[in-house]
């Protein structure tokens, strides 16, 4: 990656595991739920349950986010070290929607990672 490009990984690496954890608290939740451990039949459970699938929502529309932001990056990254300088988003987004639809995309895209880590590995 050329040496003038500064990418934000903290930023990445934060948001690549909050989808993550998210689908092992949704999917633990969804066991508990199922179980009946949740269930008391009162108004006052369905107020609760309410409230609950709100921030299920708002917490599934983050984690979307979270993914996209990680297809960006990631997709972003491969395009920088490939032209080997700063990108816009125009250059990277056939890039990212191939990422995006991996099981199509990854035919293009992962032979090209082979060509960069054998000129990586051939440089050093």
């Not at 930023?11 to 008391?40: D, E, Q, T």
């Not at 990212?96 to 992962?110: A, D, E, K, R, S």
Request: one cysteine or more; a positive charge; hydrophobic letters at 55%.
């Amino acid at each position: 990656m050329p040496a003038n490009v500064k990418m934000k990984v903290k930023k990445f690496r934060a948001l690549f595991f909050i989808p993550l954890v998210y689908i092992i608290l949704i999917s633990l939740f969804v066991g508990f739920s199922a179980s009946g451990l949740f269930a008391n039949g009162n108004i006052s459970g369905s107020v609760i349950g309410g409230f609950l699938v709100a921030i299920v929502f708002v917490l599934h529309l983050f984690s979307m986010f979270c993914i996209f932001y990680s297809l960006y990056f990631v997709s972003k990254t491969i395009k920088t070290v490939e032209l080997q300088r700063e990108v816009n988003f125009g250059d990277f987004i056939g890039e990212f929607f191939m990422l995006w639809f991996y099981p199509f995309g990854i035919w293009i895209i992962q032979p090209k990672i082979n060509k960069m880590a054998e000129m990586e590995s051939g440089d050093k």
